[in-house]
């Protein structure tokens, strides 16, 4: 047995291998190795081996009854189990708390890795470090309590060894091709430049003589020299940060904080500085300080916060140069981030920024990031800065290839240690006393005996002498095998059942068939092993089993005629192992689409076959994957066209509009919560040309923890290869079944409310009958007392889950904030990737239950009130014509603007699409909700002219018709479009490269992009493929022209334009300051 309390063997990552792009990348392919792979942590997946295509080329060509062999790297998933270990390496200063070699019977991994962009990892990564073997020691004794809360929890499972991304290469040529490890001190990343200093001109009216900027300590924010002693100023204190532009940068850009420019981030965000090495830590939080009683935010000295102002007049008129207010900068370097230094926590990077997460005791920002890094000592602190507390939880966060894999540490039947008042578990935040013998609960104060097997001496340091060797002491998060007494039934088998519409219109259209043929491709992937199990059915207005277990005989089709109480027949047979029903499957497949192609039955019984499924899955639980073209007219939860009477009234009732975004009635809802009871978790694929009232059915996935796929409308020539690459993605990334959430917070505060995709049956915690790696919950919090000055509060995230292997898992994810009295502290930590992340999600809670002109309103009076705070009691007395904006927070006004135009709150646009908006954004990772509502624009005309670098991506163009030639080609993506904007004058030689047309009446209708022998043409298609490897997502590609409605698309995502659905970006901004005004005055 593995011992007690020790961290499992052989979680070690596989040796990396770069691969090389397929010629034509149409395809996301999701590659896994064959090669067995070592037990992993659950940190890191398996990598592909050289030459993987991540995107492939189109859809493999089926050869016979079985698919042909795939495009080259494309692999059957590892087997089970790993036998072989690999051995990954640690920087010199690190060591590894972890043996070697697998243990017996362990399970291929858990989880995979985001790869980064090729050439933007350091390259001095993987020098090899001896491990040290495990405390060791028995621990008996077991708390009688469940994993989250003290009743029985409901048991949960998680899925199997995940794609490695469905992107290109893992790795630039020639990087270091070992395990992962983090890169030494970053001594040979270059310093930033930092010029003479400028006069200023037209900044807020502070002091003239201003202090220069020092490096931060690593991942900290800036410090200022102060003139006086020299000394730099912590990082946390109420004291100014105060900076002088360099020369040359914009009298309106925000000042120079020594961040280095770069093309190579994911997103295109501003990111943290970057230090050149680890220096001494930060000073600690200093304690109380006197301030003016009005002015209990302000620094003291009367010196402001450093922040970014422009001159507006008292007229209100504009004098903003619109090229020198606030935009999106580029980040260049792969940022290291410690989560910790000096026991103090270092803020994180901007969620968009590319980064590599050391985690040195808080957990990383991509499992659980704070609306703001200081938590208020007071609620009322809290209200006067206008943010929210709030934060993103995302528990199985791919990480980044190069990052520590998580630790799995198994304290055998036992069971973790944990509080036993709050039931709070281990963490490098537990304070041992008494030689070692008790621990003080970070999280409500209680104090423990410590097992007796547990127990270890202090440190003349306080801390445990074996506290770096064990990982639950150490790292923010770490994973445990669960016990018995996590579990109230077996661990689950993996399920996957496919229900497919095989009604006229689905038919006709080629939905039925694009299904089909997915599902053939996809089916390879599949967890391999006696666990795992699939089903399929199909319907239109009855409901059609197939008994898959009939030896050496085709399927038989079994039809269940009623609709309204419907049943399953033969239920053992319906649902089978998956290596016994390979073949009779794939011969299924091949023949659904030729049995129905000429059916004549236009209704659908979706309702009633996703019912039917469900009592065939009840026993187990699973996966259902639903294939849906039509509104469902026929059995249990039917529906009517509700839009057509929405559009007559929409001009007369704009107060009732909203109605039409919530479900119809509540039978889809009941159905819901009974699915998400028994562990079914249902994703819907939804190839419509037509309404389908998604208001109604997204209930269904929203509340059993799945999600929706949209293709709208459906094109058989050009979505079959998203409809694949999508489902692929689905079955084969990391993921877990059946599971129970629970967020804990420190003494003070407590949680408020969790939104998010999932089922609520008791108030603390959230029941999720699937979780995946792409699925991000908001946890909304509130003071219930005050603050301990000087003192840190700690939140702490459990998710109780079951792997595809059945294996029990409890993840458990720390953070720990220091916390303030001061505003101005609360202002220079806030996060604007996640505030806006929560606004955003807050607006998607509203829009179906108030008038979209409120929930429009309310997004502004956010962000107003967050500026007058700042403006009123942290910056310095100014000229009442300046708009200011703190600087961490200066891009707000921004991305609320493009929220307000965006598909969800704009007042034109379809009601389908809405509920689709509301539906993605409520489990939107935080990374990917800047995107969607400020897409990504880049010129495609000139990249033959733009200067060759690290970046495949070229730099970023603001979002206005301004930057828009006559004669360019311009691509947009938001991580769920593409879209590729022809101008009227475009050469014909640049049309005849890219597209292989020669005038803009050539373009096709429905246009799939191909690699010609041409420069540009490889680069457009590099371009893809990367953003494509970025978002996680295949993207959908449409060709847009002026005057064409495509057109007026594409010019609808310029949200920096005036239209008719807003202000001009200048204007809005003006707007935001007359409503300072007045609130001043």
């Known amino acids: 047995m593995a011992t007690p309390g020790g961290p499992r063997s052989g979680n070690f990552p596989p040796n990396y291998n770069p691969n090389s792009l397929a010629n034509n990348m149409q395809n996301l392919q999701i590659n896994q190795p064959n090669q067995q792979q070592p037990n992993n942590a659950g940190g890191s997946a398996p990598r592909p081996p050289p030459n993987a295509t991540p995107f492939g080329q189109q859809a493999p060509a089926f050869a016979g009854n079985r698919p042909g062999p795939p495009p080259p790297g494309v692999f059957p998933r590892a087997p089970v189990p790993p036998n072989a270990p690999a051995q990954t390496t640690l920087p010199p200063n690190m060591v590894s708390s972890r043996p070697a070699g697998p243990p017996p019977g362990s399970q291929p991994p858990t989880f995979s890795s985001r790869p980064p962009p090729p050439g933007a990892m350091p390259s001095s990564i993987g020098r090899p470090v001896s491990p040290t073997p495990p405390a060791s020691g028995p621990r008996p004794g077991s708390y009688p309590s469940s994993p989250l809360t003290s009743a029985p929890s409901t048991p949960s499972h998680a899925s199997a060894s995940g794609p490695v991304s469905n992107g290109p290469p893992t790795f630039a040529p020639g990087m270091t091709q070992s395990g992962s490890s983090f890169p030494p001190a970053m001594g040979g990343m270059p310093r930033p430049l930092v010029g003479p200093p400028q006069p200023q001109a037209m900044l807020s009216s502070r002091p003239s003589s201003q202090p220069l900027q020092m490096r931060p300590s690593f991942g900290g924010p800036p410090t200022a020299l102060s003139s006086a002693s020299g000394q730099p100023t912590p990082p946390f204190s109420g004291l100014p940060r105060n900076m002088v532009p360099p020369m040359g940068s914009s009298p309106f850009s925000a000042p120079n904080t020594g961040m280095h420019q770069s093309i190579n981030s994911p997103y295109g965000m501003q990111t943290w500085p970057a230090q050149p090495q680890q220096v001494t830590p930060p000073p600690p939080i200093p304690g109380p300080m006197q301030q003016p009683p009005r002015m209990f935010g302000m620094p003291p000295g009367g010196q402001s916060l450093p922040n970014q102002s422009m001159a507006l007049n008292q007229t209100g008129q504009s004098k903003i140069d619109p090229n020198q207010i606030p935009r999106l900068s580029q980040s260049g370097s792969v940022i290291v981030h410690e989560t910790r230094q000096g026991n103090q926590a270092n803020p994180p990077p901007p969620a968009t920024s590319d980064y590599i997460v050391k985690d040195t005791g808080n957990c990383s920002p991509r499992y659980l ?638 246009f799939i992009l191909q690699q010609y022998e041409n420069p540009l043409s490889k680069k457009l298609n590099d371009i893809v493929n990367e953003i494509r490897r970025q978002r996680c997502s295949y993207l959908r590609l449409r060709l847009c022209k002026k005057g064409d409605p495509s057109g007026m698309t594409f010019f609808s995502y310029l949200v920096e334009d005036k239209m008719a659905s807003g202000f001009s970006y200048v204007e809005y901004l003006i707007h935001i300051h007359r409503q300072i005004q007045s609130k001043m005055a």
């Open 369 to 1006: 990031r704070c609306t703001i890094n200081q938590v208020p000592l007071t609620v009322d602190l809290l209200s006067t800065s206008g943010m929210q507390l709030s934060l993103l939880v995302q528990p199985l966060a791919l990480a980044h290839p190069s990052e520590e894999p998580i630790h799995v540490v198994d304290f055998g039947e036992s069971g973790p240690v944990r509080c036993s008042r709050c039931k709070g578990y281990i963490n490098p935040f537990v304070k041992f006393i008494d030689q070692g013998r008790r621990f003080i609960c970070n999280l409500c104060g209680f104090t423990d005996e410590t097992p007796r097997d547990y127990h270890c001496n202090l440190g003349p340091d306080g801390r445990r002498r074996d506290a770096d060797e064990r990982p639950e002491l150490c790292r923010g998060t770490v994973e445990f095998i669960a016990s018995k007494e996590y579990m109230v039934r077996d661990p689950m088998p993996a399920v996957f059942f496919f229900l497919i519409d095989v009604s006229m219109n689905a038919a006709q259209t080629g939905a039925t068939a694009a299904a089909c043929s997915a599902i053939k491709q996809v089916i390879a992937d599949l967890p391999k092993g006696p666990r795992t199990m699939v089903g399929i059915a199909t319907f239109d207005s009855t409901i059609h089993f197939y008994n898959l277990k009939r030896a050496s005989q085709q399927p038989l089709m079994l039809i269940v005629p009623d609709v309204q109480d419907v049943y399953t027949p033969l239920e053992s047979d319906v649902i089978v192992q998956f290596s016994e029903c390979c073949e009779h499957l794939e011969m299924l497949l091949d023949n659904i689409p030729t049995m129905f192609e000429s059916n004549r039955i236009a209704d659908s019984a979706l309702g009633a076959a996703v019912k039917a499924a469900f009592l065939a899955m009840k026993s187990t639980g699973g996966k259902l994957l639903v294939f849906q073209s039509v509104l469902p007219s026929a059995g249990i939860g039917s529906l009517s066209a509700r839009e057509a009477e929405g559009r007559s009234n929409m001009s007369a009732g704009e107060k009732e509009a909203h109605k039409l975004l919530q479900p119809a009635d509540k039978t889809l809802k009941t159905m819901a919560i009974e699915l998400a009871e028994y562990q079914v978790c249902v994703d819907l694929f939804i190839t419509s040309q037509m309404y389908v009232d998604i208001a109604s059915l997204s209930v269904i996935p929203t509340t059993t923890g799945g999600q929706i796929y949209y293709y709208y409308p459906f094109s058989a020539r050009s979505d079959p290869a998203k409809l694949y690459n999508d489902l692929r993605w689905n079955v084969t990334r990391p993921q877990g079944f059946e599971a129970v959430m629970r967020v804990r917070c420190s003494q003070g505060i407590e949680v408020q409310e969790y939104s998010g995709n999932f089922c609520k049956r008791i108030p603390t915690d959230v029941d999720l009958p699937a979780i995946d790696c792409d699925k991000t919950i908001m946890v909304s919090l509130k003071h219930d007392d005050k603050l301990q000055e000087g003192s840190e509060c700690a939140f702490q995230c459990a998710l109780l889950y079951t792997t595809v292997y059945g294996q029990r898992r409890i993840r458990v994810s720390t953070l720990s904030l220091p916390c303030t009295n001061m505003l101005s502290n609360l202002f220079r930590s806030a996060d604007l990737d996640t505030q806006f992340a929560c606004i955003t999600k807050q607006a998607a809670i509203e829009i179906p239950s108030a008038p979209l002109a409120q929930v429009r309103d309310q997004a502004t009076n956010v962000c107003i009130n967050i500026l007058y705070s700042y403006r009123k009691f942290c910056a310095t007395v100014s000229s009442a014509g300046q708009l200011i904006l703190p600087e961490a927070l200066k891009m707000l006004p921004l991305y609320t603007l493009a929220l307000l135009k965006s598909t969800g709150l704009r007042p034109d646009g379809r009601i389908d699409d809405r509920s689709v908006w509301i539906n993605y954004v409520s489990a939107l990772p935080t990374p990917l909700v800047i995107p969607l509502v400020y897409p990504r624009m880049i010129a495609l005309h000139d990249l033959n002219e733009k200067e060759v670098d690290d970046s495949i991506i070229p730099v970023p163009i603001p979002l206005s018709s301004e930057h828009i030639a006559i004669d360019g080609i311009y691509l947009l993506e938001n991580g769920v479009d593409c879209l590729i904007y022809l101008g009227d004058n475009v050469q014909p030689n640049i049309l005849q490269q890219i597209f292989g047309i020669s005038s803009l009446e050539d373009i096709p209708n429905q």
